[in-house]
């Protein structure tokens, strides 16, 4: 019996500890934080805009370097691509990237199994290296073992783009009309968009909601993503809007749309399309 209360008080504060770790302020883990991976729920530490577009490069080598191995840590980037990164540094480009190349090997990620109860930290880099030709991401073995056990359209949708995007809402929302993209026009209640969005306890409008929430969302995984193309609008009873519809657009198709019309489409209720 002391065994198993033992046991029990192990699995307490591991739980609590879990809470603690992922949910810091008590509230939850934010949108713009959460990431999930292979049956991993974490919560990433915050990233500048550079930061996470080397991140995110270095992820995307894994995969393309073919089948991934688990055990292998290593990967290579041309340093012109490394630079190309640095786009709009300033003007003292290279102090500036080793400094944020210094901050980004001490960035880390909280990474919870339920199934297992394991908790891990983990920083994303072990090291970062430069030989003139190339620059050498040395992974941290969880995370290299974690992405290489990840579907790569997991790690794209999922992992990717809980890295890319700094808005607060913005992942809630891409998974809102990731989920339909498939679907043709998908509507939602507003009482279960602000739900899905966190946003129940809230007195936002539906006004407040376009503008606040799904219009900045919206910007940002279009300037991330050229693959995706969004129309929405509200639905209305009598004079109040009680729903919103989206209708999206993915791949090569959506990127013809883009060429055609750059900026994501909020349309008026007369032009909301029939179902099919």
Known sequence: M???????????????????????????????????????TGRRDPLSEWQQKVLTAAIALIHAAGRPDPARTDYRMKTG???????GAPEDMYAYLAG????????????????????????????IGFDGREVIFRFAAPVAALI??????????????????????T?????????GKSAGVVEYGIPELMKLLSLEHTRYSYGQLRLRVLEPSLQEIYDWDDEIFVRFGPTFSGRRAEGVWF?????????????????????????KPVKD
């Open 247 to 271: 209708e999206v657009t993915t791949g090569k198709a959506a990127r013809e749309l883009r060429a055609q019309e750059p900026e994501f489409k909020f349309a008026p209720p007369e032009d």
């Open 148 to 169: 290489a056990a990840t579907d790569p359209g997991d790690v794209e949708y999922r992992l990717v783009k809980g890295i890319q995007y700094k808005g607060k809402h």
């Open 81 to 87: 691509d490394f630079l190309a990164l640095g786009d």
């Open 2 to 40: 002391e065994i198993g209360l033992k046991k029990r008080t192990a699995e307490l504060a591991g739980g609590k500890l879990a809470a603690a770790a992922l949910r810091p302020d008590g509230q939850g883990i934010k949108p713009n934080q959460l990431l999930r991976a292979a049956g991993l």
């Open 171 to 179: 992942m809630a929302v891409f998974d809102i009309i990731w989920a």
């Open 100 to 127: 944020e190349t210094e901050k980004l090997v001490k960035k880390g990620v909280w990474l919870y199994d339920e199934k297992a109860g394991t908790l891990t930290r983990t920083q994303w880099f072990q090291a």
